[in-house]
C-alpha cells in the first residue's frame, strides 16, 4: 500500500526534516513519490514516476527550503494504473476559484462513478477518479466556497459510498484546512510549546523543534505510520474523518 503525509500548522512550517524519514519508504513504496504545497492560493507540486530513493525530484525537494501551512505528500505502491507520471499522487484540480489536493492510499474495487466533463481523471487510476467524483459532488452541494464546517459534514456524507468499494484512507486540502479520512491506517500528532527533540523512526536523524520555532507555533502532522520513535502519535478509528486548521484539530 502507499504512504500519505499531510501538515497542517498556524505558519509556514519547515517540511524537510518529516520528509527525510518520509522518503526512506520509498524502498518498499517505489512506484513514484509526489510533494504538494500551498504558498498563499497557488501550489507548488513536484512529482515523479520514479522512486524517492532515487529520483532526482526528490533530492531536490529535500534541498528546497520548503515552508508551508498546508502540504500534502505521497509514495506509491501502485494497485490500480500503471506506473507513470499521471498517475502520481497528489493530483490537483480548482473548485470555486482555489486550488484543491489530494493524495490516496488504498485500494477501490469496481469504482466507476459517472463523471461530467468539470471533472475528469487524466490517468488511470482509482485514485483520481475517487478525487474528480469528490469535487465534482461537493460542488453539486455547493454552489460557492462553504465554511470548513458545512464542507467537512457534505464530505462525510460522500465519503461512505465510496469507502464502500475498499479502502480509501486519503488527504485533501484547499490551502485552507486539511481533512483526513482512515479506512485502515491513520496517525497524527500535534507539535506545539514546549517543543521538544524528535527522532525519525527510518533514519539516524534528530531535529531539536524549540530551536526552530516559537511559543506560539502550531502544526498538526498526519501519517500512515508514526515517523518519529519518541513523540505521541494517536492512531485514527477505521471510517474516522478528521479536518485540521491553523494546527489544530476541530471537534467533530
Known sequence: ???????????????????????TRAVEHKDGFGIAFF?????????????????????MVRRYPIRSEHVIAHIRKATQGRVALQNTHPFVRELWGRYWVFAHNGDLKDFHPKLHAAFRPVGDTDSERAFCWLLQELAKNHASVPSVGDLTETLRELVAPVARH???NFLLSNGDA???????ALHWLQRRH???????QDQDLTVNFAELTTP????????????????PWAAFA???L??????ELLAA
Open 1 to 23: 500500500m502507499c504512504q500519505l503525509l499531510g501538515m497542517n500548522g498556524n505558519t509556514p512550517t519547515d517540511i524537510v526534516f518529516s520528509f527525510t524519514g518520509f522518503a
Open 39 to 59: 504558498e498563499g492560493p497557488g501550489v507548488r507540486c513536484f512529482v515523479d514516476h520514479h522512486s524517492a530513493a532515487s529520483s532526482p525530484v526528490a533530492e
Open 166 to 168: 475498499g479502502s480509501f
Open 178 to 184: 486539511l481533512w483526513a479520512h482512515c479506512s485502515t
Open 194 to 200: 514546549p517543543f521538544r527533540e524528535a527522532r525519525l
Open 216 to 231: 506560539q507555533d502550531r502544526v498538526a502532522v498526519v501519517v500512515t505510520e508514526p515517523l518519529t520513535t519518541d513523540e
Open 238 to 240: 477505521p471510517g474516522e
Open 242 to 247: 478528521k479536518v485540521f486548521q491553523g494546527g
